[in-house]
């Protein structure tokens, strides 16, 4: 093999009580593109921060094209090339997509700020790299979808000088068809030469896309596979160090009576919505980011308003205005955005998990802590949420654990209804067959589901019926026999409506 | 040592460590400061700072600020002379004074939920407001002299008086009594919960079913209420109803314990526990300035700083914790 661009030698971090590197060796060479894989708290964070000078390790040297880049700050790491992709990417809301995309260098003429250049620059760039037609250059920050918003992050770290460019679950928050999009560029960045890093908890995305693929666990490296030669069954026995069903079958569930009717519903966002979702039935929400799907939700919940059209429980009119008045029905929402509107980070495990019930829970308005440990704690237990106590703020907490938090909430509050939107996102293999598992009880104990998804898999493995949102408008029901990836593509995409 | 540590809270702990150092410091100092007289005035002083201290934590954990609780007391302390001298109803003038703070308190809640107004430049534009309010419904604008004895009691009066032992100011006791039921209201109510809440995610709150608006009223008008209180308070002590003299400046002092008490401007943070602390700690300060004779000037200097230390004692905190945070997130123990 030929000097590879980057070379990671001996690198170790540890944080106050535990070893998040143990002396990790890996490369990666001009035009490879190599993954990481691992559950939460493997250690792919942790080493992506390193390189990009986020943290500083405690051992080991880092060759970045020849030169030691360890100990570096941010902007030197930048500088030498090296790129990150933020799973999370900060968007300043009140400037433009053209300003977002060159913060921090911004173009001038004469030590004054061109607008127009970077307009052209922006649009010149979106255009080069296969995104053209999907975000307004013009537009501010605050408008972008989660997807328009990683694409801006990809913007960035493409500018002049990208040696090493490293991806941090880049397709959390993208469609399959972006998804798409997002690989003919690896691959253009593959046939550049410059070396690739990609993270994701998506074998198949990982498959598709890598040519080696570093397994990490506990902060070591377990394995390194090329890609050709392994199969996701490997993967993830090295992942998690034991077998693992691969995929997630649902158990068959008898369907009860109609418990959620939506019917002829017309807002901003959609036109003329009818679905019913019977009592121990999952019903799957498919589309691209953007159809829909979630303001389908919160227009559901109350949150945002509807122009015309019905929504009914167990046959009676509701007339819901405001999320109390969801939640008193018996309609639960449990948001894709958990940080931003799901959890109270600076608040306890257990505060966290009673919100929907504090009324419930309470006597003359007086919250009972007894009751709290009774009704809410044992959904803390049945979900093995890690946390060495119920008073942890939530915020500590990993992804996976924040997101059974939100689940626990709605589990205690044993809604009729329950919508979830995107359940597992960002939630590693384990967690998320766990997290199935749930869902699945939860429909056999009668509750009538909504699941909205990003990942067909997800959709195929878990929904009764699925439904296909694109631009505001829903297909017909595809029954779980009939699914398959290409036609909820078809419906997605448009082409089939 | 532990079992402290949970029982106070980590954050009191180190403000109960200050307060034992700082009287430590002026009982070596002075030879007055331990007199029971004087721990019993230092009590006294608290009680007009410590019942807005406690509208403002509910204020302040919900992510909200209310700078205009001075100009409320203001208009309280009017009012409530008014009603005393002109209409010899103490009762009147005590139910009349707290309701026109929770007016008041509603007014700023009007402003910050129908107008979408920032509560900072809310309050701050009726801090201006309100003050002006006091000095139009005082007649001419002046003082008004309250020499009902009865009432004076409210705010010099002492109960169980010994031989030697001076008595426990009511004014205090009325303080303790507010501050324990705050405490049971935030800490233990569905309410006091909801605000915990809303302050920490305002959006999940509202996807929880909380209403934020109603929520909004409610708190403002509570502490509109107690500005009411402590302003009635400073009109039995001064014996008048002052427009501005007696409470001006108190938001500052209000706001500074807050904070001091573990308090963080994002919301979501704060104990009562935690701001009675701080305000004993600040009034055993200004107290202990006083006895060692330093002028009032280096005092305001003294507050102004205090205020910058405990917000960013809050900071340090939030920054500590994310450092946490992130190395959780880093690190395997908690993955799933």
């Known amino acids: 093999m030929q000097t590879p661009i980057l070379d990671v030698r001996g690198v170790g971090k540890a944080f106050p009580g535990v070893r998040a590197l143990a002396k990790l060796d890996m490369a990666v060479a001009r035009g490879e593109v190599v993954a990481f894989v691992g559950e939460n708290g493997a250690g792919k964070s942790t080493l992506l921060k390193i390189l990009s000078g986020d943290y500083f390790l405690d051992e080991g040297e880092v060759i970045l094209d020849g030169a030691n880049v360890a100990h570096v700050s941010p902007l030197a790491a930048r500088q030498a090339g090296f790129r990150l992709v933020r799973q999370e990417p900060e968007i300043v809301p009140d400037i433009t997509v053209a300003e977002n995309i060159f913060i921090g260098e911004y173009l001038t003429r004469v030590r004054r700020i061109d607008f127009p250049a970077m307009r052209k620059e922006a649009r010149a760039m979106l255009e080069r790299y296969g995104f053209a037609g999907l975000i307004d250059v013009n537009a501010d920050g605050r408008s972008l979808s989660p997807a328009q918003k990683h694409i801006v992050e990809i913007m960035r770290a493409l500018k002049p000088g990208v040696k090493v460019i490293a991806f941090d679950e880049p397709t959390s928050s993208l469609t399959a068809q972006e998804t798409e999009r997002l690989f003919d560029l690896i691959r253009r960045l593959r046939a550049d030469g410059i070396g690739i890093i990609y993270v994701s908890h998506r074998l198949h995305e990982v498959m598709e896309i890598s ?146 019930v504090f009324s419930r829970l309470a006597k003359w308005g007086v919250l009972r802590k007894p009751q709290m440990l009774n009704e809410v704690a044992p959904y803390i237990r049945r979900l093995e949420i890690k946390t060495p106590s119920l008073d942890q703020d939530v915020g500590k907490l990993s992804g996976g654990n924040q997101q059974k938090v939100v689940l626990a909430r709605w589990l205690a509050a044993k809604p009729q209804v329950l919508i979830l939107d995107e359940p597992t996102r960002a939630v590693d293999v384990g967690a998320k067959a766990e997290i199935y598992r749930l869902i699945d009880q939860l429909a056999s104990q009668g509750m009538a589901i909504v699941v909205i998804s990003s990942e067909m898999p997800e959709l195929l493995a878990l929904a009764d019926r699925i439904m296909v949102m694109h631009a505001g408008r829903l297909s017909p029901p595809i029954e779980k026999a009939d699914a398959t990836e290409e036609n909820i593509l078809n419906y997605a995409l448009g082409t089939a409506l | 040592m532990s079992r402290i540590t949970r029982f106070v809270g980590a954050e009191n702990l180190s403000l109960i460590i200050a307060l034992v150092l700082l009287v430590a410091l002026l009982v070596s100092q002075s030879p007055f400061f331990f007199a029971s007289r004087n721990i019993l005035n230092i009590g006294q002083n608290m009680a007009v700072v410590g019942l807005i201290a406690v509208g403002m934590t509910l204020v302040i954990v919900s992510a909200g600020l209310d700078i205009s609780v001075g100009s409320i007391a203001g208009c309280a302390s009017v009012a409530v002379a008014i009603m005393v001298t002109d209409y010899h109803s103490i009762a009147g003038g005590i139910v009349v004074g707290i309701l026109l703070g929770a007016v008041l308190g509603l007014v700023n809640a009007a402003i910050i939920n129908v107008l979408r107004v920032n509560p900072v430049v809310a309050t701050l534009a009726t801090l201006s407001a309100f003050r002006g309010l006091a000095f139009l419904i005082a007649p001419d604008g002046k003082p008004i002299g309250v020499l009902d004895e009865t009432f004076g009691l409210l705010g010099s009066g002492r109960w169980f008086v010994y031989d030697n032992f001076a008595g426990v100011p009511i004014a205090f006791i009325i303080l303790i009594v507010v501050a324990v039921i705050g405490h049971f209201v935030l800490s233990s109510t569905v309410f006091g919960r909801s605000i915990y809440t809303m302050g920490g995610n305002p959006a999940a709150a509202r996807l929880a079913g909380i209403n934020l608006n109603r929520m909004r009223y409610y708190i403002y008008a509570i502490s509109g209420a107690l500005a009411g209180l402590a302003g009635i308070i400073v009109t039995a002590r001064t014996s008048s109803g002052q427009p501005a003299s007696g409470t001006q400046g108190l938001e500052l002092e209000a706001i500074t314990s807050v904070f001091l008490g573990g308090a963080i401007l994002a919301g979501g943070k704060g104990t009562i526990f935690g701001t009675m602390l701080a305000v004993t700690l600040l009034a055993t300060l200004s107290n202990g300035m006083n006895l060692l004779g330093i002028p009032t000037f280096y005092q305001l200097v003294a507050k102004g700083i205090l205020l910058v230390v405990a917000v960013a004692i809050g900071q340090w905190r939030m920054a500590r914790a994310e450092r946490l945070q992130a190395a959780a997130a880093a690190k395997g123990k908690d993955a799933a």
């Open chain 1, 211 to 356: 040519d080696r693929i570093v397994v990490l666990r506990d902060g070591r490296l377990v394995s390194t596979l090329i890609t050709a030669k392994t199969s996701d069954i490997e993967i993830i026995r090295l992942m998690v160090g034991r077998d693992l069903e691969a995929g997630y079958r649902r158990q068959e569930t008898t369907r009860e009576n109609v418990v959620l009717e939506v019917e002829g519903l017309n807002s901003r966002w959609h036109k003329d919505i009818s679905l019913s979702v019977r009592g121990g039935e999952i019903l799957g929400l498919a589309g691209l980011v953007g159809a829909g799907r979630t303001e389908l939700a919160k227009v559901i919940f109350g949150e945002l308003p509807h122009l015309s059209g019905n929504v009914r429980l167990n046959g009676k009119d509701l007339h819901i205005k405001s999320p109390t008045d969801a939640i008193k029905a018996g309609i639960g929402f449990a948001p894709e955005d958990r940080k931003g509107e799901g959890l109270i980070l600076v608040r306890s495990v257990l505060e966290n998990a009673s919100l929907a």
